[in-house]
C-alpha cells in the first residue's frame, strides 16, 4: 500500500522558516517525480514544486520561486519542501503527491497534509 | 503560464440527476487533463487522468472527455457520497489547478 507521511508544518512568524519532510513507502520512491501541493484554509488547490526522480531537476510555481526548495532524498525515501522567508498568504495544508506511473504529471497518490501557520 | 477556469463554481444536484462540471484551458493542452474528488478535511483522490482514462477503483459512473482546451466531467447518476468538491488540472505544461466545482446533494 501507497504511503505519504507528511510532517514538519507548524507555526512560524513571517520571515521565517520550515522544512517539510514527506516519508514514503510502499512503492520503489526513486522511480517517482514527486510534487508538493498546497491548500490555503478554504480555498482551491495550487501547485508548488515538483523534482524529477533524482533530484536533479526541480520546478517552483512563481509564487514561491526564490524562497521554497523542494529537494528528494532517495536512500531515506523522503521528499522535502524548505521554506524560507515565509509570508502570511503561505499559510496552507500543505500535500505532497506522487505521480503516475508513465511520468506525465497527473498526481496519483497523495499524503495526508501537514498545516503551515505564518502569523505573527 | 496556463490558466484553468471551471464551471460552475457550484451545483445543486438530486441523486440520480446526471450531472456535468467543465473546465477551460487557457491555450490547448492536448489531454492532459485529470480531475480530482475532494471531501472537506481530506486529501485530493485522482479520478480522471489523460483527459478521459478512469482510475482504478473510481465508479463508471465518473466519465471524463474533451481535447484541446474544453473539457467536462459527468456524473452519469448521482450518488449521496459524490457530495465533494470537484478539480481539474493541467500538466501540459508545469502544473495548474481549476479553482474548484462544489457540488452539492439536494
Known amino acids: 500500500e501507497v504511503q505519504l507521511v507528511e510532517s514538519g508544518g507548524g507555526l512560524v512568524q513571517p520571515g521565517g522558516s520550515l522544512r517539510l519532510s514527506c516519508a514514503a513507502s510502499?512503492?520503489?520512491?526513486?522511480?517517482?517525480?514527486m510534487h508538493w501541493v498546497r491548500q490555503a484554509p478554504g480555498k482551491g488547490l495550487v501547485w508548488v514544486s515538483r523534482?524529477?526522480?533524482?533530484?536533479?531537476?526541480?520546478s517552483h510555481a512563481d509564487s514561491v520561486k526564490g524562497r521554497f526548495t523542494i529537494s528528494r532524498d532517495n536512500a531515506k525515501n523522503t521528499l522535502y519542501l524548505q521554506m524560507n522567508s515565509l509570508r502570511v498568504e503561505d499559510t496552507a495544508v500543505y500535500y505532497c503527491?506522487?505521480?503516475?506511473?508513465?511520468?506525465?504529471?497527473?498526481?496519483?497518490?497523495w499524503g495526508q497534509g501537514t498545516v503551515v501557520t505564518v502569523s505573527s | 503560464d496556463i490558466q484553468m477556469t471551471q464551471s460552475p463554481s457550484t451545483l445543486s444536484a438530486s441523486v440520480g440527476d446526471r450531472v456535468t462540471i467543465t473546465c477551460r484551458a487557457s491555450?490547448?493542452?492536448?489531454?492532459?487533463l485529470a480531475w480530482y474528488q475532494q471531501k472537506p478535511g481530506k486529501a485530493p483522490k485522482l479520478l480522471i487522468y489523460?483527459?478521459?482514462s478512469l482510475e482504478s477503483g473510481v465508479p463508471s459512473r465518473f466519465s471524463g472527455s474533451g481535447s484541446g482546451t474544453e473539457f467536462t466531467l459527468t456524473i452519469s447518476s448521482l450518488q449521496p457520497d459524490d457530495s465533494a468538491t470537484y478539480y481539474c488540472?493541467?500538466?501540459?505544461?508545469?502544473?495548474?489547478f481549476g479553482q474548484g466545482t462544489k457540488l452539492v446533494i439536494k
Open positions: 503527491a506522487r505521480e503516475g506511473d508513465d511520468d506525465s504529471g497527473y498526481l496519483k497518490d
Open positions: 489523460k483527459a478521459s
Open positions: 491555450q490547448s493542452i492536448s489531454d492532459w
Open positions: 488540472q493541467q500538466y501540459n505544461s508545469y502544473s495548474t
Open positions: 523534482i524529477n526522480k533524482d533530484g536533479s531537476g526541480t
Open positions: 510502499g512503492f520503489t520512491f526513486s522511480k517517482y517525480w
